[in-house]
Nanobody, 119 residues
Framework: VQLQASGGGLVQAGGSLRLSCAAS????????MGWFRQAPGKEREFVAS????????FYADSVKGRFTISKDNTKPTVYLQMTSLKPDDTAAYYC?????????????WGQGTQVTVSS
């Protein structure tokens, strides 16, 4: 599965952005699509994930209540709605797909999209 991320940009603290991740084809079986981020000098970290068939969602503690992951089965596309953004959210955001689980190994990766939050 090929993934294409988009939607990043520059936003002020407290603002919102919506990231999109378009998959090249529908998936079958138990597939999870997630978002990760990596800031300069830091390790990549898990942000959120969604089970494609059941819709169950998973979030990192740092984004709970501010970010919402959702999906559109018809496209197929996964979204990450980010609100109340903070400068600490500044990072390159990557979408990825896993056949193992929300916190398992992710085999399919899209290119990053940069999110910059100014204070």
């Amino acid at each position: 599965v090929q993934l294409q991320a988009s939607g990043g940009g520059l936003v002020q603290a407290g603002g919102s952005l919506r990231l999109s991740c378009a998959a090249s084809r529908r998936t079958f079986g138990d597939y999870y699509m997630g978002w990760f981020r990596q800031a300069p000098g830091k390790e990549r970290e898990f942000v959120a994930s969604i089970n494609w068939s059941g819709g169950r969602t998973f979030y990192a503690d740092s984004v709970k209540g501010r970010f919402t992951i959702s999906k559109d089965n018809t496209k197929p596309t996964v979204y990450l709605q980010m609100t109340s953004l903070k400068p600490d959210d500044t990072a390159a955001y990557y979408c990825a797909g896993s056949r193992v689980g929300a916190y398992g190994d992710y085999d399919d990766w899209g290119q990053g999209t940069q999110v910059t939050v100014s204070s």
